[in-house]
């Protein structure tokens, strides 16, 4: 009996550790939206019900097309100003975000600012100078602070450069303001972080980004362990979603990948979608839903399309009713 009794408490404790690392509803997860233009139909799976993504960005200011009948309440647009433009003077960024507000009536309350300015180009990064990214900064982000839009900090690459880049653009922004005299620093409103690499590596950014930061609050706006097997991604998508969702100072976080195994440049176990274009585990788990089972090469004719929705979560139910009887 005391044995039984023991098997019993350690599946039940198996079971309450599973459902702390799954894959709850979070209302602070986000698309990053790369569509790709051979597979259109792969844009409306990230808006169909159910859903928890209350948050998108596109790398760029005007909104995607697909979502652009969506209001913000529901999915949130987050426009970025991606790089520097040609010109530093150059307010394309500011006029284009202005009239979203003015003209559409679109309510931005978020931008986000430089995708990995301390990357080079061929990675992916907007290879900017600090005190170029400075100026622009102060011509296009600063009037739109005083609107009562809330900034990202750039979102640097997750290397050393990081940190040293983002406190060199600081101080140069902040000679840019203080005029007169008078001594004025640039603001903003959170941390923007990205990350490639193992959860104790992320977990260790995140730390020194709060300790060079003090006080603010983050957005984790790309993450993954990029090119690991199955279990060791989706063992670092569950803890860091827990670990996410957990933590006040994350306001916010959005998985990159939003697109197909076949085309994953973080490794085809880190994609949300089969090579068909069917919502994979960690697909479905950051939507809110149940595992799929389907596999990164496996397409609409697998096991998604002969198990219903919801079966799994009931054969669960049953089991659990078994192992309590
Ligand atoms: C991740 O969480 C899901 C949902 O609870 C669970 O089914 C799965 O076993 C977990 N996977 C790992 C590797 O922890
Ligand atoms: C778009 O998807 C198709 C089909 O998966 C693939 O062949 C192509 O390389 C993808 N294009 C990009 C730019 O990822
Ligand atoms: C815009 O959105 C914010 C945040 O959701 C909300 O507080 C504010 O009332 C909205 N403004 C308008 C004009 O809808
Ligand atoms: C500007 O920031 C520096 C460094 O964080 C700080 O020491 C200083 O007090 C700030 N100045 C103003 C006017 O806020
Ligand atoms: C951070 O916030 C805490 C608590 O609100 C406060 O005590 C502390 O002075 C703040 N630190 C900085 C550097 O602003």
């Not at 159910?50 to 969506?70: C, K, R």
């Not at 100078?129 to 990202?152: C, D, E, F, K, Y």
């Not at 008078?182 to 409103?189: E, G, H, I, K, P």
């Amino acid at each position: 009996m005391l044995q039984c009794t023991a098997a019993l408490a350690a599946v039940l404790a198996a079971m309450v550790t599973a459902a702390v690392a799954g894959p709850l509803a979070s209302s602070k997860r986000g698309l990053v939206f790369t569509p790709n233009e051979t597979t259109p139909a792969d844009d409306t799976i990230w808006v169909t019900k159910p859903t928890d993504l209350t948050w998108y960005y596109n790398y760029q200011g005007s909104p995607a097309s697909p979502f652009s009948n969506i209001p913000q309440s529901q999915f949130e647009f987050v426009p970025m100003l991606w790089g520097a433009p040609s010109s530093l003077d150059d307010t394309t960024f500011l006029t284009t975000v202005k009239s979203l507000v003015k003209d559409k009536g679109i309510n931005i309350t978020h931008v986000l600012t430089f995708n990995e300015p301390d990357g080079t180009y061929a990675n992916g990064g907007s290879n900017i100078q600090p005190s170029a990214a400075a100026q622009v900064w102060v011509n296009n982000i600063v009037p739109l602070q005083t609107m009562g839009i809330r900034v990202g900090l750039p979102a640097c690459t997750g290397g050393s450069t990081g940190i040293p880049w983002l406190q060199s653009f600081l101080s140069q922004c902040s000679k840019l303001v203080s005029t007169g005299g008078r001594t004025q620093n640039c603001t903003y409103d959170f941390l923007t972080i990205h990350w490639y690499g193992n959860f104790e590596g992320l977990a260790s950014h995140m730390g020194e980004y709060s300790a060079a930061f003090p006080n603010k609050t983050m957005w984790i706006t790309e993450y993954n362990v990029d090119n690991q097997d199955l279990a060791t991604t989706q063992t670092f998508y569950n803890t860091s979603a827990d670990y996410f969702d957990r933590l006040d100072i994350v306001e916010r976080y959005s998985y990159f990948g939003a697109f197909r195994s076949d085309v994953s440049n973080v490794g085809p176990n880190g994609a949300m979608l089969s090579s068909d274009g069917s919502l994979t585990d960690i697909g479905a788990w950051y939507l809110g839903r149940q595992a799929t089972g389907v596999k990164r090469t496996q397409g609409s004719l697998g096991f998604r399309s002969v198990i219903p929705q919801g079966t799994t979560a009931a054969l669960t139910a049953v089991l659990a009713i078994v192992l309590l009887l």
